[in-house]
């Protein structure tokens, strides 16, 4: 099992960046798969980028280019860079992990893929 708590979201204009970490505790292994998964009001969720233990990462097309993915096993934190904002990067920022060891990719993340979620960080994006 693993807990896991998001920091980082807030408020910027089109063209900034964000920070978003995620920490993760309480567990003895460490997950192979993490990822970030994102959802805004009245849209359905989307897989933003995702993270194997061998280092493999996938991104959403959306955000190819402008997010990026990393991981700090030391301080057992997953991050994602993100610039080049849009307004329609806004939503709920979720962090999930799972200790599978094969990894969906970013365009099949699912709620049911991740075994383990934090509770989220908002990210709003203005024009």
């Known amino acids: 099992q693993v807990h896991l708590v998001e920091s980082g979201g807030g408020s910027v204009q089109a063209g900034g960046s964000l920070r978003l970490s995620c920490a993760a505790f309480?567990?003895?292994?460490?997950?192979?798969?993490m990822g970030w998964f994102r959802q805004a009001p009245g849209k359905e969720g989307e897989g933003v980028a995702v993270i194997a233990g061998d280092g493999m990462t996938t991104y959403a097309d959306s955000v190819t280019g402008r997010f990026t993915v990393s991981q700090d096993n030391a301080k057992n934190t997953l991050y994602l860079q993100m610039n080049s904002l849009k307004p329609e990067d806004t939503g709920m920022y979720y962090c999930?992990?799972?200790?599978?060891?094969?990894?969906?990719?970013?365009?099949?993340?699912?709620?049911?893929?991740?075994?383990?979620w934090g509770r989220g960080t908002q990210v709003t994006v203005s024009s």
């Open positions: 999930a992990a799972d200790f599978g060891h094969v990894c969906p990719a970013a365009a099949t993340m699912t709620w049911g893929r991740f075994g383990y």
């Open positions: 309480g567990h003895t292994y460490t997950p192979f798969c």
